[in-house]
């Protein structure tokens, strides 16, 4: 089984950055997208960022130009770094990782980490 281990949350004042980090681990042969959603409190959960295999990415409109999604390949790792960070950030920041190929499986699957709480402070 393919487990996602998140970390990096917390507490943060407004303006200040955090850099999430998501590691997946369990036999793993490739891996397609990684990306991170977020949902707060009462609202749905939302597409903050997302890294293909090659390096493509895309943002969210409200982060654009704030956050940085990275990705380690070799290390099936996805980073996510926040910068200027607003309470409105506030949420459960959850990793996904989709595509998933295991050596064992012909098929590729979709999994997710725990989820990890950001906090901004005004």
């Known amino acids: 089984q393919v487990q996602l281990a998140e970390s990096g949350g917390g507490l943060v004042q407004a303006g200040g950055s955090l850099r999430l980090s998501c590691a997946a681990s369990?036999?793993?042969?490739?891996?397609?997208?990684m990306g991170w959603y977020r949902q707060a409190p009462g609202k749905q959960r939302e597409l903050v960022a997302v890294?293909?295999?090659?390096?493509?990415?895309n943002y969210a409109d409200s982060v654009k130009g704030r956050f940085t999604i990275s990705r380690d390949n070799a290390k099936n790792a996805v980073y996510l770094q926040m910068s200027t960070l607003k309470p409105e950030d506030t949420a459960v920041y959850y990793c996904?990782?989709?595509?998933?190929?295991?050596?064992?499986?012909?098929?590729?699957?979709?999994?997710w980490g725990q989820g990890t709480q950001v906090t901004v402070s005004p």
């Open positions: 890294i293909s295999s090659g390096g493509s990415r």
């Open positions: 996904y990782a989709d595509g998933v190929k295991q050596y064992y499986s012909d098929y590729t699957r979709l999994f």
């Open positions: 369990g036999s793993i042969a490739s891996i397609n997208a």
